[in-house]
C-alpha cells in the first residue's frame, strides 16, 4: 500500500487510546507554494500552518481529537505516515510533553519492536 492510502486508513481514535495523543499536530507542517495563502500587508506568503500556544495545529479541535481541515488539509498531512515514524515509538511508550523533550528523550528502537497504529477496518 502507498504511503499517502496508508496515512488516511489509519485508524487514529485507536493510535489515541495507544498514547500517541494527537502526535502529529504537533509536527511542523510546511505548505507548499501552491497551498500558501495569498500575502499580506507587502509580508511574503506564510509557508507552515500555525499552532496554538500549547504547539498543536490550529486545525485540531481539541474535543474531539479531529482536523477540522480533512478534506483540504496540507499534501504533507495527506502524505504522513506515523506508522513510519520512529518519534512515534517514544512517544507510545514514554509519552507526549513537547518535541524538544521529545527529540532528547528519543532511543531507537528496533522495527520489529514497534507499536503499529492499526489500520481502520474497511
Known sequence: ??????????????GRRLGCGTF???LLVRLDDDERPPPEAGLPAKGYVDKT?????????????RCTSWDQRPRVCRSYVCN?????????????????QLTRR????PREQWIQVPLKNR
Open 84 to 100: 513510519a515514524d520512529p518519534l512515534l515509538q517514544t512517544v507510545l511508550r514514554e509519552g507526549f510533553v513537547s518535541l524538544v
Open 106 to 109: 528519543h532511543v531507537d528502537i
Open 1 to 14: 500500500m502507498a504511503p499517502s492510502q496508508e496515512c488516511s486508513l489509519v485508524d487514529c481514535e485507536e
Open 24 to 26: 502529529c499536530c504537533y
Open 53 to 65: 500556544p500549547d504547539g498543536r495545529c490550529i486545525h485540531l479541535d481539541s474535543q474531539t481529537g
